[in-house]
């Protein structure tokens, strides 16, 4: 497994874990309020350093464990791989996009559409990641 195959796992199970982490504040203190709670800059501070943390945490893990292949360069199937997945994960995340500032334009309700776009980000960036493992596992043909 190359180094990049495990940094994407290790990327997609970070971001999922503070994902969910953040998704259950908002929906606890949404279900409490008794209506979606706008979003909270102190929460959004939160759930990036928990991200940044857990990433760069688990990367010096990743090095220490196997640092020559943390110091390897890209090669040709790598950039391919990236290049797909990065293909494929951008669609979605157009397309996430579009439908959320449309659904603004038929709700308009801003806190839907800032939640909406987030999971847009989040979810096409865990496609990415899981696209990443998944073409990786393959015997690969750009």
């Known amino acids: 497994m190359s180094f990049r195959e495990k940094s994407a796992g290790l990327m997609a199970l970070v971001l999922l874990l503070a994902s969910a982490l953040y998704a259950?504040?908002?929906?606890?203190?949404?279900?409490?309020?008794?209506?979606?709670?706008?979003?909270n800059f102190p929460d959004l501070i939160g759930y990036t350093l928990l991200l940044v943390i857990l990433s760069v945490l688990g990367h010096i893990v990743l090095a220490a464990v196997s640092p020559k292949e943390a110091n390897a360069q890209v090669d040709e199937r790598e950039r391919a791989i990236a290049a797909k997945a990065g293909r494929i994960s951008g669609a979605l995340q157009s397309a996430g996009v579009v439908l959320?500032?449309?659904?603004?334009?038929?709700?308009?309700?801003?806190?839907?559409?800032?939640?909406?776009?987030?999971?847009?980000?989040?979810?096409?960036?865990?496609?990415?990641?899981?696209?990443?493992?998944?073409?990786?596992?393959?015997?690969?043909?750009?």
Request: aromatic letters at 12%.
């Open 100 to 142: 959320s500032l449309l659904g603004y334009l038929w709700l308009q309700q801003a806190h839907v559409l800032f939640y909406c776009i987030l999971a847009t980000l989040v979810l096409a960036q865990l496609l990415n990641y899981g696209l990443t493992l998944v073409f990786n596992r393959m015997v690969w043909q750009a």
């Open 24 to 39: 259950k504040a908002v929906l606890s203190a949404s279900v409490a309020s008794g209506a979606l709670v706008a979003p």
